[in-house]
């Protein structure tokens, strides 16, 4: 070959490999984001489709979309995430698109802020959309444009099925109460109920419940849910009870139990059945209950005099140890209170004795427990009383009254007394001599004490005022000097804010390492479910220590963000999410599990995390 031909080859391979790298760059560098909705003006409880269309060359790096800032919007549905690829004319294009079912929380104008999302180690944003919301219904509401690309983004071409049909699966959150109607102290029964049509893989509560108004005692549901299957609406559904409480009212009023949100992953349906035979496709959903009303009415007057608010169905037993004892010996009383009601709500059963004990306070202790979904308790008081004269003494009879609900009535239960026969000191003087009772004994005088002479040394002036003193001077620079330290010791620790951080991210690993160790000295296909919830705690809580957030805020979509965010691989990041998605069909699928399945989960739990470990401590 002549050398012009091998400079035209070069200079073909040049211009190729440049080519090559132009449009490498070109594509790496358009990377554009919109969002948009199906309609800007709705009604009052109903739903629109929020979409956010992403257009990158690669989706290596991406974090699906961050919803914190959505606050006049509850997520009823979602995300769905649809993917398109196109070739034209020898250049690629690709987009992802996730979509959410929104449903505001109150009327008026509205707004979805701008979200952003994480991709290839730069934050991008979408713009804000207003969304109209009125009472009653809005049809017709026309499809807002879409929110603008990132600045200096080109916007893309609609990407179709971007916008989801509205709705979701058929999963219900409801709770019920036995009763609308209550007094003041009784119980009210609330149980927090589960129904679907659909699979259910995993489910948590999105925030802590509160129950203003109420004395709230939980009352525990078997760790391996119960499946009910009831017929309601003319439709079969799969009934679970995820959670039951004791309420008992404080206050008299209309009171209201509070929704509670549920966070569901549900196993989605997909048209694809590549998809479903390699891919488990799944759905997070929020479910919440409606709020519940209770009336509850004041206790009725006249109420007995003893009366300290107990409510329920109560009795009282009182007894001593002995019946005979001699003067200074100790009596051991115990006043016992059983029955059905709020325990805790009871102070103490007051005993009146005579000026012939000396009574210490009591010790108390009390138990509770469940039976048939009623609070039931004991409460004891075990009280040491000396007698101080002899003769034949008694302890009065002790009496307790509550409010019977089922009765609508004031009840008084009483013990009777108790005799006990004192006799004189050891060492008393002999013969038989009348017993005289301490409270018939009168002071007529005081007796005269005499004067203590010091054996040894001299007096010691009492003239001298303790202000003059230096032990008075120290008394008042001593809490100077105290709050001076604690100033000190802030401002130190203000100045490392990440120390406390930092220490529990290091330990992090070593707590895992111990987490998984107890979980397989329990391993045992009778506590599977266990087992499987102590696996999955484990890897949570490794996270959200080092990445010191609260675990209950990690979703799948949280650790992929947090994981990507660190520049974890990609193989360790699915790994990560396969080993908690086995822990969570193991807890929630209704399928059985033996020993090996579980061996396997364990191993690779510890792998993950040690993997891990290496790559966020480079």
Not at 27 to 49: H, K, N, P, Y
Not at 106 to 130: C, E, K, N, V
Not at 388 to 410: C, E, K, Q, T, W
Request: hydrophobic residues 40%; charged residues 25%; glycine residues 8%.
């Amino acid at each position: 070959m002549s050398g012009a031909g091998r400079r035209r080859i070069g200079l073909a391979l040049a211009a190729l490999l440049l080519g090559t790298a132009t449009a490498t760059t070109v594509s790496a560098q358009e990377v554009r984001v919109r969002a948009m909705v199906d309609r800007t003006r709705i009604a009052q409880g109903d739903e629109l489709v929020l979409s956010i269309e992403i257009a990158a060359a690669s989706f290596e790096q991406v974090s699906p979309p961050d919803l914190s800032r959505l606050e006049d919007f509850d997520i009823v549905g979602g995300p769905n995430v649809s993917s398109r690829f196109q070739w034209i004319n020898g250049r690629t294009s690709s987009t992802r698109t996730y979509s959410y079912v929104l449903r505001p929380r109150t009327t008026g104008s509205l707004r979805i802020p701008a979200l952003g999302m994480l991709i290839q180690g730069r934050t991008y944003h979408t713009d804000a959309i207003d969304i109209g919301v009125v009472p009653g219904s809005a049809r017709g509401g026309a499809p807002a444009p879409p929110a603008g690309p990132a600045p200096g983004a080109a916007s893309p071409e609609p990407s179709p099925g971007a916008v989801a049909a509205a709705g979701g699966p058929d999963v219900l959150v409801r709770a019920e109460v036995e009763t609308r109607t209550a007094w003041v102290g009784q119980q009210v029964t609330v149980r927090f109920v589960l129904d679907t049509q659909t699979e259910i893989l995993n489910l948590a509560l999105k925030d802590q419940p509160t129950f203003p108004g109420f004395w709230a005692e939980e009352i525990k549901v078997p760790d391996n849910l119960d499946a009910r299957r009831v017929q309601r609406g003319g439709r079969t559904w799969i009934e679970y009870t995820l959670m039951k409480k004791a309420l008992f009212p404080t206050a008299s009023g209309t009171l209201t139990i509070p929704g509670v949100n549920y966070q569901i992953q549900v196993r989605r349906r997909s048209a694809d059945p590549i998809e479903s035979f390699f891919f488990t496709p799944t759905e997070t959903i929020t479910r919440r209950t409606d709020p519940v009303t209770v009336t509850v009415q004041p206790l009725p007057s006249p109420r007995p005099p003893d009366f300290t608010g107990a409510v329920g169905r109560f009795n009282l037993s009182v007894s001593a140890d002995r019946k005979d004892a001699r003067v200074n010996d100790a009596v051991g009383v115990k006043l016992k209170l059983t029955g059905e009601g709020n325990l805790n709500a009871i102070n103490a059963v007051p005993l009146t004795l005579p000026a012939d004990f000396k009574q210490y306070a009591p010790k108390v202790t009390s138990t509770t427990s469940i039976q048939d979904d009623r609070l039931r308790g004991e409460k004891v008081w075990d009280y040491v009383l000396i007698p101080l004269a002899p003769g034949a003494l008694a302890i009065p009879p002790v009496s307790f009254s509550f409010f019977d609900p089922v009765a609508r009535a004031y009840r008084t239960v009483a013990s009777p007394p108790i005799p006990i026969l004192v006799a004189r000191a050891e060492g008393g003087a002999a013969g038989p001599l009348p017993a005289v009772a301490q409270s018939d004994v009168r002071a007529l005088r005081q007796d005269i004490h005499y004067i203590k002479q010091a054996r040894g040394g001299a007096l010691r002036d009492r003239s001298r005022f303790f202000y003059r003193s230096p032990w008075f001077i120290a008394l008042l620079i001593l809490p100077i000097a105290v709050d001076a330290g604690i100033v000190v010791a802030v401002r130190r620790r203000d100045l490392h804010p990440d120390l406390a951080r930092m220490r529990r991210g290091r330990r992090a690993y070593g707590a895992t390492r111990r987490r998984l160790r107890e979980a397989r000295r329990r391993m045992s296909p009778s506590v599977a479910r266990a087992f499987y919830a102590s696996v999955a705690s484990a890897l949570t809580e490794y996270l959200a220590a080092k990445y010191d957030t609260a675990a209950a805020g990690l979703t799948h979509d949280r650790i992929e963000e947090l994981l990507a965010g660190r520049g974890v691989p990609e193989d360790q990041r699915a790994a990560f999410h396969r080993c908690l998605e086995s822990c969570d069909f193991a807890r929630f699928a209704p399928s059985s599990t033996g020993v090996g399945e579980m061996q396997r989960t364990l191993q690779a739990a510890e792998d993950v995390v040690h993997k891990l470990e290496r790559t966020l401590s480079a």
